[in-house]
């Protein structure tokens, strides 16, 4: 079972920051937060992964709370193009099987 | 670099018919993965290869879902016989190694059972 809480869906608008949560309140010292997305008709992309330490790469940037019990990916200027399902999985590192839950449903509005 | 090629794109079949799909993973890559997606659900994780090992296939319903990969590289997923409740996107993935490497995904097989 997936052990993230997403809402089902968000809009925002062209532009402006989109700031996606993910409530993981079960999560262990040892369990990484990645992020996934997930284009219509086509595979999961993978976004980004962090432990406790915000990152930052080219595609986002995800933010985890001190006591790791949430986090937000962030897309800093969103476009069309980042019109997606967004997959936020809780997953040890050494452990390869992503548990994928329902996701976050952005929309991307003009 | 070429990503993960899959075929076919699309099936539509009858029940109790077979089908199979085709995965290619990028060159090198040690570790394949075939989920399935069945519609407004998240991919759940049928079988995953290591070289051409077998890693975990507790998800598989070996009754009638069968996969290889011969000689670590491509894989063969099949359904025989399929039934109505198997129509969804059949999506392969790979990654360097297994150790929480990131997975890259093909474009999918959307299978409908009729």
């Known amino acids: 079972d997936a052990k993230t809480t997403q809402p089902p869906s968000m809009d925002c608008a062209e532009g402006r920051a989109a700031n996606l949560p993910c409530n993981h309140s079960t999560i262990s010292g040892n369990e990484y937060v990645y992020w996934y997305r997930q284009i219509h008709s086509q595979g999961p992309q993978y976004i980004i992964h962090?432990?406790?330490n915000n990152e930052t790469n080219e595609m986002a940037s995800l933010i985890i709370t001190e006591d790791r019990k949430s986090s937000t990916l962030i897309l800093p200027h969103a476009t069309l193009r980042d019109t997606a399902v967004y997959y936020c999985i809780v997953r040890f590192f050494g452990n390869e099987k992503l548990t994928f839950g329902t996701g976050t449903r952005l929309t991307i509005i003009p | 670099e070429a990503g993960v090629a899959q075929s076919p794109r699309y099936k539509i079949i009858e029940k109790r018919q077979s089908v199979a799909f085709w995965c290619n993973p990028i060159?090198?890559?040690?570790?394949l993965y075939w989920y399935q997606q069945i519609l407004g659900q998240g991919p759940k994780l049928l079988i995953q290869?290591?070289?051409?090992?077998?890693?975990?296939d507790s998800q598989l319903p070996k009754d009638r879902f069968s996969a290889e990969r011969l000689k670590g590289v491509d894989s063969t997923l099949k359904i025989q016989p399929a039934k109505l409740e198997d129509s969804a996107v059949y999506l392969c993935?790979?990654?360097?190694?297994?150790?929480?490497?990131?997975?890259?995904f093909g474009p999918g097989t959307r299978l409908t059972v009729l």
């Open positions: 290869f290591q070289n051409n090992g077998v890693v975990d």
């Open positions: 060159s090198g890559h040690a570790t």
């Open positions: 993935a790979s990654s360097l190694e297994s150790d929480g490497d990131e997975q890259f």
């Open positions: 962090g432990l406790k």
